[in-house]
């Protein structure tokens, strides 16, 4: 399997930075954004496979950078870290699309089982997909130059 | 305290209320028992007029009849026709068959010689020129005389009249039985002491009196009598006996006579005394009542109105506390970010650090300067965070500490900075501004800190609420001296309230949130607060611009607190 592309989106730089270093440090490649507007740029330029959300921060508020993610890049898997005691605002982001929630704080080890778990389901899906395009040019091999040439 | 209110207002309703009407009604019922009294009282004295009054007249009819019938004879025959025996004695037949009071009869002639006599005395031939009667009758023509007892000791009065010519006069006499005028009188009886009888001028009884006097004794009360003019006349005397009566005395037209009818004063006037012993009985025992009933009513009332007010005050003061723990439920869900955000933070380095010290164990508990560098920077980090940590769980202290009204000089210019500090870092996750401009000489004011601060939470809340989710949030905290009072003014340029709103925002219970996120409670309790606190709350508010919350708080006490 290949390195796990995981982006962190938080207000606190020191979250992030300590966070970083401890998920590089097992393995994980990871990307920090503090706010929506760079995250969604580091999600243009990297291929990323899962994404830690903070719900709740200024400027673009977390649902709705969820909204966005899922919307141009449906395959990346975000899991959601809250502060609030409420589900509230967990259960609106699974209903968008996330894969899980994690209250905070959270365990580093906790936070790493997610983000596996949700790398293996967007290597899953990925499977599918491929499995489908390959059964689609094995039974319409001339669908192929159809592309082509549209 | 409580007692005193009850007691103040129940006789504040006794007084202002009730006793205007009772006393009213206690004087109407007063003065038509005053005037019945009087009125009742004269309705006896008209009874006894009335009695006396036609007795007289019988009486003096009767003296009239008699009179007539002597000047008839006198009229009809001449002194000399007369002067026989056996013509007199025909003329006294004559009279005895008009009436047979008729006794005897006798003839005088000009100088008072006894001419002729027919009857049962041995008079002819007397001379009675000197006798009273003689000169009355000489110079009046008429005469009738007091009773005396004559013979058989009958009771008797004389009447006397002039005959012939002016020139050469005689006169004609007569004895008249009084029984039947003294049957009529003695017969008169006005209840159990009732009487009647007939006084001479001279104060001797003409017929006898039921409660003791002889005919012809001196009457014992007769210089009380208040005669002499024609009138009847009423008064109340002491008897003698030294009962009171009550009187009723007139003269009579024919004679020197006084006709007396008395009843004694307690008997009298005792249907008087009766019914007005019985209405003022029944206005005291009404009166009685009333009062009574009143003094229920009032202490009922009152009872009514200070529960009433007892209420009142510990709505208000559950009020204060609902709207208290409804903004910390509020805050609740905020300060759990709050608190999280750095224990994540906290929970990273911890893990960093553990890290670390594992891979120091690893290699045989040496560490290197590049490691120990991180550890140190992890450490400060963690106390930064506590730190944060200690800001909110103290502001939420502040918040939630049981607040006694306790009034104390608050200056304005430090209160406020730290309530902006509790809503500060939500204002920022909502992209919001808030901006503060106090004058910089405020005066301190005499108020309640934890009050004024919860006054102050809940409108700089309702701002960002107001402004949460859209552009360019801006909340602006004003605060300016006008007068003796401090104004602050809360502006936001968020959603603005509805019109048909305005009027419900400070009741209790209104929200224009959705279920579940907003209790009514903050702006009521609010007001609530302010208010107790002598103080005015207002707004203005233009839909989809902003609003305007302005409270005005007396300075009073906190100008000289504040030097």
Same mark, same amino acid.
């Given at each position: 399997m290949d390195t796990v592309k995981v982006l962190l989106i938080d207000d606190e730089e020191r979250f992030l930075a300590t966070t970083k270093t401890l998920l590089d440090k097992r393995g994980v490649k990871t990307f920090t954004a503090s706010n929506g507007v760079f995250a969604l740029k580091l999600l243009e330029d990297n291929a990323i496979d899962v994404v830690v959300l903070d719900?709740?921060?200024? &400027?673009?508020d977390g649902i709705e950078v969820l909204r966005k993610i899922k919307q141009r890049f449906p395959l990346v898997e975000v899991l959601m870290l809250t &502060?609030?005691?409420?589900v509230k605002s967990a259960v609106e982001g699974l209903r968008l699309g996330a894969f899980d929630y994690l209250v905070k704080p959270c365990d580093v080890s906790d936070l790493l089982d997610k983000i596996n778990e949700a790398h293996e389901k967007r290597a899953a899906v990925e499977a599918k997909i491929q499995k489908a395009k390959i059964e689609d040019i094995i039974s319409h091999p001339l669908a192929v130059f159809d592309k082509k040439n549209n | 305290m409580e007692q005193d209110r009850f007691k103040k207002t129940r006789r504040m309703i006794l007084v202002r209320a009730l006793l205007p009407a009772f006393a009213v009604l206690m004087l109407v019922c007063t003065t038509l028992v005053y005037y019945f009294g009087i009125y009742s009282r004269d309705r006896v004295k008209a009874e006894m007029e009335t009695v006396v009054r036609g007795h007289l007249q019988i009486i003096d009819r009767f003296l009239e009849e008699r009179a007539a019938d002597l000047r008839l004879t006198s009229a009809s025959y001449d002194a000399a026709y007369l002067s026989e025996d056996k013509n007199l004695a025909r003329v006294l037949r004559n009279l005895q068959a008009g009436?047979?009071?008729?006794?005897d009869v006798g003839v005088f002639d000009k100088d008072g010689n006894h001419l002729a006599y027919v009857g +049962? #005395?041995?008079?002819?031939?007397?001379? #009675?020129?000197?006798a009273p009667w003689w000169k009355a009758v000489k110079e009046k023509g008429i005469y009738v005389s007091d009773v005396f007892l004559g013979f058989r000791n009958i009771p008797h009065f004389i009447v006397a009249v002039r005959g012939g010519s002016p020139e050469e006069p005689w006169y004609l006499r007569a004895t008249i039985d009084s029984m039947a005028f003294n049957d009529l009188v003695e017969s008169v009886r006005i209840g159990k002491t009732g009487e009647a009888y007939l006084v001479s001028?001279?104060?001797?009884?003409q017929t006898k009196r039921r409660s003791g006097g002889n005919l012809m004794d001196p009457d +014992? $009360?007769?210089?009380k009598y208040e005669s002499g003019s024609n009138r009847i006349e009423t008064f109340t005397a002491v008897s003698a006996s030294g009962d009171k009566f009550l009187f009723a005395t007139g003269e009579l037209k024919m004679a020197d006579l006084v006709l007396v009818v008395r009843q004694e004063t307690d008997e009298a006037y005792a249907p008087v005394v009766g019914a007005v012993t019985v209405a003022s009985a029944i206005i005291l025992g009404g009166g009685g009542l009333v009062a009574v009933l009143s003094y229920i009513l009032a202490s009922y009332l009152a009872g009514q109105l200070s529960t009433a007010e007892r209420e009142n005050r510990q709505m208000r003061t559950q009020l204060i506390i609902a709207g208290k723990l409804a903004e910390l439920g509020e805050m609740s869900a905020g300060v759990a970010h709050e608190i999280n955000n750095p224990l994540q933070v906290m929970k990273s380095e911890h893990t960093l650090i553990s890290d670390l010290l594992s891979d120091a164990e690893e290699e045989g508990g040496h560490i290197d300067a590049d490691h120990l560098a991180i550890i140190k920077d992890s450490v400060d980090q963690i106390a930064l965070q506590i730190d944060r940590c200690k800001n909110i769980t103290q502001g939420l202290l502040r918040f939630a500490r049981k607040s006694e009204s306790s009034m104390e000089a608050v200056s304005i210019q430090g209160f406020l900075p730290t309530v902006v500090d509790m809503v500060e870092h939500q204002a920022f996750l909502s992209n919001i501004k808030i901006i503060q401009e106090l004058d910089p000489d405020l005066p301190s004011v005499m108020s309640d800190p934890n009050q004024l601060q919860q006054v102050f939470l809940n409108l700089l809340n309702n701002a960002i609420h107001a402004i $949460?989710?859209?552009?360019s949030g801006e909340v602006r905290i004003r605060a300016g001296r006008e007068n003796s009072h401090l104004k602050i003014s809360v502006t936001d340029n968020g959603c603005g309230i509805k019109p048909e709103d305005m009027e419900k925002?400070?009741? +209790?219970?209104? =929200? =224009?949130?959705p279920v579940g996120q907003g209790t009514g409670l903050g702006l009521s309790t609010a007001y609530g607060i302010v208010k107790g606190l002598g103080g005015e709350i207002d707004v203005t508010s233009e839909l989809n611009a902003g609003t305007v919350f302005t409270v005005t708080l007396p300075i009073e006490a906190g100008e000289r607190a504040g030097g």
């Open positions: 719900v709740k921060m200024p &400027g673009l &502060g609030h005691a409420s | 009436s047979n009071a008729f006794f +049962p #005395y041995d008079l002819a031939g007397k001379k #009675y020129s000197d001028k001279g104060g001797l009884f +014992p $009360d007769f210089e $949460d989710g859209r552009q925002i400070f009741l +209790p219970f209104f =929200t =224009t949130k």
